[in-house]
């Protein structure tokens, strides 16, 4: 996991409240991605970068906006928390020619 | 669209044992396939990879050949130890625009007792 940091690793927030997961890479990826880990349901993607200045969604992208700062920062931001928002969520990125994603270490975040 | 589906856990194993970890996709085109492991409170690690059929990914002891035939990505190791105690996801990458995705498989928790 070396290279993509995320933080916070823990957050609690009540319904209704706004905050934003932050993320870095220091490897000069192009690519970068966040997902969501919810039991029994693999990781799903929420929304992706694939160069500075550019995001799309994914998967699952309701109640969730981005922002690609810059070629390093890729954050994640909840407006209006929901109960069906806790999760795990991993920040990744891509590493080219091998075509292989790293993953940070996640976000524990748990909505009350 | 693109789907992983991998066995369904936990698997327990005594140690030394001979693990399996079933995964078959669904998939236009020719994706790559990967391994990751999860270890509690981590986030995933690349285990291993295959990016075309009858390529065979390989770390650690364990090893996946990639069945275009069957659209397999089967996980094994001859013994396996208590340190693998993790969950594993098999993921296929599904190319759109400029870069890639992964789409993950719901995970299989391994359990290897002493």
């Known amino acids: 996991n070396a290279g993509v940091t995320q933080t916070p690793k823990f957050q609690v927030l009540k319904t209704g409240q706004s905050m934003t997961l932050q993320c870095a890479q220091d490897?000069?990826?192009?690519?970068m991605y966040w997902y969501r880990q919810d039991p029994g349901m693999g990781l799903r993607l929420i929304y992706y970068s694939a160069s500075e200045g550019t995001t799309d969604k994914g998967e699952v992208p309701n109640g969730y906006n981005v922002s690609r700062l810059n070629k390093r920062e890729f954050s994640l931001r909840l407006e209006s928390a929901a109960p069906s928002q806790t999760s795990v969520y991993f920040c990744a990125s891509e590493v080219r020619p091998a075509n292989t994603i790293y993953f940070g270490e996640g976000s524990w975040l748990t909505v009350v | 669209g693109n789907s992983v589906t991998q066995m369904e856990g936990p698997v327990t194993l005594s140690e030394e044992a001979f693990l399996t970890i079933n995964c078959t996709y669904t998939?236009?085109?020719?994706?790559?396939l990967f391994w990751y492991v999860q270890y509690p409170g981590e986030g995933l690690q690349l285990l291993l990879k295959a990016t075309k059929a009858d390529d065979k990914g390989s770390n650690k002891g364990f090893e996946a050949t990639y069945r275009k035939e069957t659209t397999s990505f089967h996980l094994e190791k001859g013994s396996v130890q208590v340190s693998d105690s993790a969950v594993y996801f098999c993921?296929?990458?599904?190319?759109?625009?400029?870069?890639?995705?992964?789409?993950f498989g719901s995970g299989t928790r391994l359990l290897v007792r002493p």
């Open positions: 490897m000069n990826h192009n690519s």
């Open positions: 998939a236009t085109g020719y994706p790559s």
């Open positions: 993921a296929l990458s599904d190319r759109a625009d400029s870069s890639y995705k992964l789409i």
